[in-house]
């Protein structure tokens, strides 16, 4: 696992499940005072997907942010009720949109 940290932002880079499991407990652990990117890149998250959405419910009730990294972005992740962007660049983007929101009241 790789982690980086921020003053008020989380990245994770999860390659497979026992790497998330051993980053789960520091992720719950912010999830109420930090956003969250996880970057999954090279893991497949369907079979963490209920684990995932529970954790981006749980951040956006305490007006943080949660953002997964995919580059292999597909289409049906439309319809999910999660933030899964393709890249880095884009991951922080919906995290400062997503702060001004918060900061206007919106």
Do not use: C, H, W
């Amino acid at each position: 696992m790789n982690f980086s940290k921020s003053q008020n932002t989380l990245l994770f880079k999860i390659n497979n499940r026992n790497n998330y499991i051993n980053s789960s407990n520091e992720i719950k652990s912010n999830i109420n005072i930090k956003n969250i990117i996880i970057d999954l890149n090279e893991f497949n998250f369907d079979e963490i997907f209920d684990d995932l959405n529970n954790l981006f419910t749980e951040s956006k009730n305490n007006n943080r942010s949660f953002v997964i990294i995919k580059s292999d972005y597909r289409s049906e992740y439309q319809s999910l009720k999660m933030n899964i962007v393709p890249s880095l660049k884009e991951a922080i983007d919906i995290i400062e949109i997503e702060e001004i929101e918060r900061d206007l009241g919106l």
